[in-house]
């Protein structure tokens, strides 16, 4: 059974920054963030492949970068020039021996 476990969530301005950071119960290849605003559905953000390729979605490029630690088991999204858009429960997800497994979320709140 894989756990994750998210921090880094925090109530900011917008222009401000934040670092989630995910740490795994084991080391995952594939792994990345997804976050949901209200309403919304859940998108990708940022996310590790298996060939350790990274991957953003459109309106957050030039501002996160997500990075890893692999002696930690840990996944990094640095956040930078966050915007109210940004608002949103975030999710670390892996994939691992063909099951995704998901962390409980961890709140980013903009302010504008």
């Known amino acids: 059974q894989v756990r994750l476990v998210e921090s880094g969530g925090d109530f900011v301005q917008a222009g401000g920054s934040l670092r989630l950071s995910c740490a795994a119960s084991?080391?995952?290849?594939?792994m990345g963030w997804y976050r949901q605003a209200p309403g919304n559905e859940r998108e990708l953000v940022a996310r590790?492949?298996?060939?350790?390729?990274?991957e953003y979605v459109d309106s957050v490029k030039g501002r996160f970068t997500v990075s890893r630690d692999n002696a930690k088991n840990t996944v990094y999204l640095q956040m930078n020039s966050l915007q109210p858009d940004d608002t949103a429960v975030y999710f670390c997800q892996a994939r691992y021996m063909g099951s995704d497994y998901w962390g409980q979320g961890t709140l980013v709140t903009v302010s504008s």
């Open positions: 084991t080391f995952i290849s594939a």
């Open positions: 590790f492949t298996d060939r350790q390729n990274t």
